[in-house]
């Protein structure tokens, strides 16, 4: 009933977020007489502020339309490699001119984008510091209820079969990077290639901010996960998508609860954020304003992901803790294979980590790094990137100015 209300709640707020919308352009529009009574600017302000409350979020465009190469402003075309019914495989693709054509063979990086919420549009910034030595692919996940049931169901073992899909798709030569929750079904992929003998393995896997034993420095977002049982989660997070969108019936861990739970870990902040939005707008900032939009138009554009998916990584990563323990066993080509990562001695490792990081701790990532003892030193990096948070591992100056030359010459290093 929870998805149905919330649907019912959406339908009350949609019209008046237009609304509010409209006002706020009649008390700032330099057109509208109204822009220039006394409390003007107050009263845009609050109107806007409504509007951004109240307004529903689409996912956003990833918006990497050129790359500097060079010294020349290179186009880049965003186009789907491979489709398949929970995922696209995105490539943007650098249409280099003939000057260029050397850099073809920039070594060739697929970006598994975390399945936990948000839309892989959150790695924008990654992609966009990547895309000037590299040839990118970037996971692009869909939205469970846009997923018809015809479908069936997509659990963890589906995404570990996914990036073996991908890996082998794109050949022996490519690195993989992954942020957050899919280290955890990277290194499992990797193991299972391993174990297997594949002929595809990939060169490198950098991971980064990634719950691979969240026994070590728990964080809020893993207490949560041990705190309550298993049947707490089925019975409370667990809904059905409604009968208005394609993928009607299919049981989902909806985006708005999911968002409700970003927020709660930090309202204090989020209500300040809101503030300063509004005290901008009055005084005229844009440049301030503008930067809280771009923020939030992200932050607050959510998926609803599978239940399947959902219950086996609380079960898998979060309660049993499966890949530490050497128990996890994935059904994969008609056969269960043991995840055995101790089996992985080819692909060179590199695992990042934020100082301040409250989703993943320090210590949780690095445990791939005795996990993989069948690795050569030389073979393993480590780095913690000190005042970042989960965030800026993948986002902003410390990611742009300090960890992705880091990457680069890691991959580099070992292609």
Not at 331 to 348: I, M, N, Q, Y
Not at 380 to 400: L, N, P
Request: with cysteine.
């Amino acid at each position: 009933m929870l998805y149905q209300v919330r649907e019912a709640q959406r339908a009350v707020l949609n019209p008046l977020s237009s609304w509010a919308e409209a006002m706020s352009q009649l008390y700032s529009n330099p057109y509208s007489p109204y822009a220039y009574v006394p409390f003007a600017p107050r009263m845009a302000a609050g109107f806007e502020l409504f509007h951004r409350l109240g307004k529903e979020y689409e996912k956003p465009e990833w918006g990497l339309k050129s790359t500097p190469i060079g010294g020349q402003e290179v186009t880049v075309v965003e186009r789907i490699e491979v489709s398949k019914p929970f995922c696209n495989l995105i490539k943007f693709e650098r249409l280099l001119p003939a000057a260029l054509k050397k850099r073809e063979a920039d070594p060739k990086v697929l970006v598994v984008a975390p399945l936990s919420g948000h839309h892989a549009t959150l790695l924008r910034d990654t992609v966009r510091a990547l895309l000037p030595d590299h040839a990118v692919y970037v996971t692009d996940w869909l939205d469970a209820r846009m997923v018809s049931l015809s479908q069936g169901p997509f659990h963890l073992h589906d995404y570990v079969a996914y990036v073996i899909e991908f890996v082998r798709h794109l050949g022996p030569d490519v690195h993989l990077i992954s942020v957050c929750q899919p280290t955890v079904p990277v290194l499992a992929a990797v193991s299972i290639m391993s174990t297997l003998g594949d002929a595809k393995l990939p060169k490198t896997m950098t991971m980064m901010g990634g719950p691979i034993d969240t026994r070590r420095s728990p964080t809020q977002v893993n207490n949560l996960a041990t705190e309550k049982s298993f049947g707490w989660f089925e019975r409370t997070v667990i809904h059905r998508v409604p009968g208005k969108y394609p993928g009607a019936g299919r049981l989902v861990y909806p985006g708005f609860l999911q968002h409700a739970g970003f927020v709660a870990m930090n309202p204090d902040r989020h209500a300040e954020s809101h503030w300063d939005f509004y005290l901008n707008l009055v005084r005229g900032d844009d440049s301030d304003a503008e930067g809280h939009r771009k923020f939030y138009d992200e932050y607050n554009a959510v998926l609803d992901l599978p239940a399947e998916y959902y219950l086996d990584t609380i079960r898998t990563v979060f309660q049993e803790h499966r890949l530490p323990l050497g128990t996890w066993d994935v059904p994969f080509e008609g056969r269960t294979l043991r995840v055995a990562p101790e089996d992985v001695r080819k692909v060179a490792l590199f695992c990042i980590e934020g100082e301040l990081d409250d989703i993943s701790g320090v210590g949780q990532t690095a445990a791939a790094l005795e996990l993989c003892r069948g690795l050569p030193k030389a073979m393993k990096q480590y780095m913690v990137a000190e005042g970042a948070g989960h965030y800026g591992i993948f986002s902003g100056r410390r990611w742009r100015e300090i960890i992705c030359p880091k990457i680069r010459a890691f991959i580099r290093e070992h292609a």
